[in-house]
């Protein structure tokens, strides 16, 4: 006859095998423990079932609001039914132990974290994986339920088998439709698994949407076999997640799906995760309930028993990431943002206007845009006459006394080259039709009509001048954009819109840009790094012998002005047929259009506003204080971001004034990011 243990008083912290609970359950042994429970497995007296207990610590117990929120949620957390999620069959406080527990399902198999330990998975079996505990996470969503600690720990794989998988360790859930939650809003999941919101990042608020940034987090260490790096330290950390995840070990299957899980901005990423799961090719989810584990053979392991192991309080150290944002932050500056998030203004249309712009009279150009351009509205005035830098004595484009003037406006002269240009090209480059080899055009450098382009080579991105003068750089929006400066500008040449998908590809067919561009051919090239900027700008030197450059970031929003001082180059209301930046809540095509589909500006640029981000040569620096006043690329000893400027086509509009900044990593590519080059005349 077995044994009954005697219950113990609320201060014991261990229950031994035999402790029973409400006469119905009988532990067997302790499995796991966290910040606020320990996990036991244990049986039904009854049928002899095994089940999962997490029975609530002591000095949580004691607490009675923490008591009533706990029961509030296992209330909740009760309604989810779904072949996915963990079953939670009853939440009770035993009275003679005193302590409250929840009884769950016990889930017998490898977590996902100890199964790419052998190895990454393959992508039909995370295609698997994404549509099975995906629509689990689904259901939740829809009764208001955020998991907010989606991570490989807290997914398991009965039997090693994707289609088996399950979700589990909802004890940090919140509902949503409650104002309080046992864990409030601090965070207490895994770090490397972490959302934007979960580190403060746009306000801090935890939504479904970061469970889905934390759920694509988890695919796409399911595919490469290990977590992505986004850094060590809680500067690093926050600074990485300003950024999408550098994506290039994904299979390209899945990567479209993976970017957007993984935007920075939480609205940028898809409203649900029904929305990911209905928009997969039907033919990748067919293949994937045929397809093996693993992306290569393993040693099997031995099953080990999982369950849920949360209601972790992860006490301090985190709520003061909450001030570390990317504008006015004292703490170092962070990095790479795709298309940041910025506070509303309260008049989000006029309360930031630029300052005043200063430059040349308008012209008429002898390319006529795509389509009419409306009537101005913008103000504009003409300049009185300035010399330029290397009419005072100096080199063009180095201000007296800054020290930043020797990079900047340097062009990128003609180079041999590198061992990374000189790899042979991917093997769908050699499918390609050959691109004829660009010929060198004879042209002068005498001054264009305003608006006039030309160019330097049969495949170059036509040119246009765009005239001297001066301008108050900045604004008010954004402390980034501050302090507004004033900044004098030589004439210099730039290409009338980003470079195109044709411009680029006979730098990658000529073997001097690894990276080849896809899409119709006078769309905008992107998921352009800045380094792949320099090869491009390096190859087209050579070609042209003429020195080829990125824009200072200063000649970029001078040009992009088009000698006006508005919101916009056409003026301060967004008008949709000017630029094509995302409306609220409206859904960005999966590409760029052309920049010729939109009226050019008064200085014949194409493309400046929502087409795509486009990278300057300077370093990024959190505002102007100290920025060079003679339109010269701003450097800096370590410079780790890069600017750009011009926003994409998933942009809202209200974050895309012309005065508007962002940054990125310079070897990071970035579906968004494009580039529009220049050279001086």
Not at 7 to 20: A, E, M, N, Q, Y
């Amino acid at each position: 006859m077995k044994t009954v243990v005697p219950l113990h008083p609320i201060d014991s912290v261990f229950l031994p095998k035999g402790t029973r609970l409400n006469g119905i359950f009988e532990i067997e042994e302790m499995i796991g423990q966290g910040g606020m429970a320990q996990v036991y497995r244990a049986r039904t007296l009854e049928a002899d079932d095994a089940v999962a207990i997490k029975v609530v610590k002591p000095e949580i117990a004691r607490d009675q609001s923490l008591m009533g929120l706990l029961r509030k949620e296992a209330q909740t957390l009760s309604k989810i039914s779904h072949e996915a999620i963990v079953k939670h069959l009853l939440f009770s406080v035993d009275p003679q132990l005193g302590r409250p527990y929840l009884a769950m399902e016990l889930v017998r198999g490898p977590s996902l974290a100890d199964l790419i330990k052998d190895g990454p998975l393959s992508v039909e079996a995370v295609f698997v994986l994404l549509n099975r505990i995906g629509s689990g996470l689904d259901v939740a969503h829809r009764l208001g339920i955020t998991h907010r600690d989606i991570s490989p720990d807290n997914i398991i794989l009965p039997r090693s088998d994707p289609g088996r998988a399950k979700l589990i360790d909802f004890g940090i859930a919140r509902n949503l439709n409650e104002d309080e939650t046992i864990i409030a809003d601090r965070f207490a999941g895994k770090l490397k698994f972490a959302s934007p919101e979960h580190l403060g990042l746009n306000g801090g608020k935890v939504t479904p949407k970061s469970d889905i940034y934390s759920f694509g987090l988890t695919l796409a260490a399911a595919l490469i076999g290990a977590p992505l790096d986004l850094g060590g330290t809680q500067v690093e950390m926050i600074r990485r997640r300003q950024s999408v995840p550098d994506l290039g070990k994904i299979d390209p299957r899945i990567r479209k799906i993976l970017l957007r899980m993984l935007q920075p901005d939480p609205a940028e990423r898809p409203d649900t995760i029904a929305d990911l799961i209905e928009t997969q090719e039907s033919g990748s989810v067919v293949q994937a309930r045929r397809a093996p584990v693993l992306a290569r053979p393993k040693p099997r392991r031995a099953p080990v028993i999982a369950t849920a192991l949360g209601l972790v309080l992860v006490g301090g150290g985190l709520a003061g990431w909450y001030g570390l944002r990317r504008s006015g932050s004292p703490e170092p500056a962070p990095a790479a943002s795709a298309e940041k998030s910025r506070p509303a203004d309260p008049n989000p249309l006029l309360a930031d206007r630029p300052a005043e712009t200063v430059g040349p009279g308008i012209g008429r150009t002898e390319e006529p845009p795509a389509r009419p351009a409306p009537q101005q509205e913008a103000r504009r005035e003409t300049p009185a006459a300035e010399p330029s830098s290397s009419q005072q004595g100096l080199p063009q484009g180095v201000a007296p006394g800054t020290p930043q003037g020797s990079e900047a406006r340097a062009p990128v002269p003609p180079a041999a080259p590198t061992a990374r240009e000189t790899e042979p090209p991917p093997p769908q480059a050699l499918a390609a039709p050959p691109t004829p080899a660009p010929v060198a055009t004879p042209a002068s450098d005498q001054p264009l009509a305003l608006g006039r382009s030309k160019r330097d080579c049969s495949t170059c991105p036509p040119l246009v001048e765009v005239p001297a003068g001066s301008f108050s750089m900045g604004g008010t929006a954004d402390p980034s954009e501050r302090p507004a400066h004033h900044v004098r500008i030589p004439a210099f040449l730039m290409s009338r819109g980003p470079v195109t998908v044709a411009e680029w590809n006979a730098c990658h067919a000529a073997g001097r840009c690894e990276f080849r561009a896809e899409g119709a051919p006078n769309q905008p090239a992107a998921n352009l790094s800045w380094d792949d900027a320099q090869q491009y700008v390096r190859w087209i030197s050579g070609v042209t012998q003429k020195a080829y450059r990125l824009p200072s970031e200063a000649e970029w929003e001078y040009a992009a002005r088009g000698g006006t001082r508005t919101r916009f180059w056409w003026g301060d209301q967004f008008r949709g047929e000017m630029a094509p930046c995302r409306s609220a809540g409206g859904i960005p095509p999966d590409a760029a259009p052309a920049a010729a589909d939109f009226p050019e500006n008064p200085y014949g640029l194409l493309g400046t506003t929502c087409i795509v981000a486009q990278w300057v040569s300077d370093c990024w620096h959190r505002n102007y204080r100290g920025a060079p006043g003679d339109g010269s690329a701003w450097g800096a000893p370590n410079c780790k971001q890069r600017v750009l400027r011009g926003g994409t086509w998933r942009s809202r509009a209200e974050t895309e004034r012309v005065t508007s900044r962002d940054f990125y990593d310079p070897g990071v590519r970035y579906p968004g990011n494009g580039i529009r080059i220049a050279r001086d005349l």
